[in-house]
Every structure is written in C-alpha cells, then in structure tokens.
C-alpha cells in the first residue's frame, strides 16, 4: 500500500524555568507551532482554523471533503501560501460545487481545531451521516496491535506533548498513514486529504484517534467512508449515537488492558 510523506510539523524549543519541589530551575522545552490557517474557496475565504502549520494540502482537502463541501473530484487546484499573519490553502472547486458553497456563509473565525467552521444552522450541525457499509474486521489482538503502534506514528506528540494524531492502520501493513494538529477535528482532515491524495480507501482501515470522540469526528470519519473507528479517550452520548446511525463500529478508551465497544460490534472477530 502506498505511504504518503508528511511535512516536518514546527516546533520551537522555549526557554522556561521549572518550578517543582525546589528553587526555579532553568530549562528548555518544544512546543508545538500554532498559526491562523485561512481555507479560500475560488478567492473567497470560508473558515479560519487554528492549526499546527504542516501538511496544510491535507487539511484543505480533507476539510473539503469531510464537511461535504465538495467531492473529491470537484477539487480542481489546491496551493498553499504564506501570509503576514499566518497561511491560505487556496482552492478552487468545480462550478457545481462552487454554486453549493455560496449558499453556505462565507467566512467564519473558529477556535483551535473547530468542527464546526462555516456552519451557521442546527440542521447543518447536525446532519445525518452517510451509512457506512465497510466489511473490514478485526481482532481484539488486532484493535490492541494498532493502538500500541500508534505513538512511533506521533513524533511532534513525543516531542511537546501537546497536539492530536489521527491515524490509518491495516492488517496488512500496519499504521499505513498518520497526521498530527493542536487540533483533533484538523488532525482528521489532514489524515483524510492525505488518504485521498495517496489513493488509499479509508474502508478497508481502521481509524485511530488520540482525542475524544465527538460527534464531528463521526460525522468526518463517516464521510471518509471509515467502517471501524477506535480512540484512547471516551465518546459523548452523541457520537455513540450518531455512530449507530452511520452504521460505524465505535471503540474507545483503548488502553494496553483493553478497551470498551459502544456501537457495531459485528465487525469485531471474538
């Protein structure tokens, strides 16, 4: 299977001074970088996003897809540019899709990782997932497999301790595909435009997440077309309940000991 190479994610080592059991002490930490990232849709801007700046391509395209603003083949052209006050990934979708989008506001500021950016109505929000048909199954052994991999996929995590990391993992070739952001919902936009780039099918893989499991992840992860989804911290009520919905098996809080199972569990192998 293809791997797609990733962009060396920024991070700046700080000097700080540690305050623990004692004096101040000197020392110096990484953090990770943080910068306003403008999505533009044919020279008009629809959302800004707090993101870590790298693989800037992935998360336009991802975003593009996984908020159903457009399908993939209406994504003409995709190129990122420096701004004075942060980064644009300029995009120009086909006409057809283009004509969908202005019926959407067109410019919206979100917090770090926001999922909900450009949505301005309850019924957007809230918008019934695409039913996932995926056949991929798997063992517990594998569930477990795939999540212990799952940190020498995350070296900006390793080093600042402070971003999310979506993952792709298959049976056959393990941890196939992995992005990093400050934000959960970018991290899973970046993974889905890499997959899309890669010409790797999302249903034929497990998704794996480092963050909690909210409604927006099941929303992208549905739209990804991803059958099994599994993540180290717990869902909300509405996840669980749009995962049935979606006809998504929902695993969380995957740990060394094991993990619980919320919803789907035929694609489970016991």
Known sequence: ??????????????PLAILRDGPPAPACRAL???????????????AVLMATPADLGDLGRGFTITEGIAAAGEIEQIEVA?????????????????????????????????????????????RVPPRVTAG?????????DAVSALPAHQPLGQATRAVH????????DGIVLAREDVGRHNA??????????????????????????????????????VGIMAAISAPTTLAVA??????????????????ELFAHPHRLRL
């Open 165 to 172: 990391a979506a993952a792709l993992w298959t049976p056959a």
């Open 82 to 126: 420096a701004h004075p006050l942060g980064h644009e990934v300029r995009m120009w979708l086909a006409g057809t899709a283009a004509a969908r989008l202005g019926g959407r506001r067109r410019a919206i500021t979100g917090p770090t990782g926001c999922g909900l950016c450009g949505i301005e109505s309850l019924d957007s929000a809230m």
């Open 188 to 225: 899973l936009d970046k993974l889905a435009g890499a997959a899309l780039a890669a010409g790797i099918d999302p249903a034929g893989t497990l998704l794996l997440l480092t963050s909690r499991v909210s409604v927006e992840m099941v929303q992208k992860a549905a739209a990804m077309g």
């Open 136 to 144: 991929l199954a798997l063992t517990p052994v594998q569930i477990h």
């Open 242 to 259: 749009t995962a049935e919905a979606a006809g998504i098996t929902l695993i969380a809080v995957a740990r060394a000991d094991g993990f």
């Open 1 to 14: 299977m293809p791997r797609l190479s990733r962009d060396i994610a920024p991070s700046r080592s700080l």
């Open 32 to 46: 990770a970088d943080e910068a306003a990232v403008a999505l533009v849709y044919n020279g008009t801007a629809h």
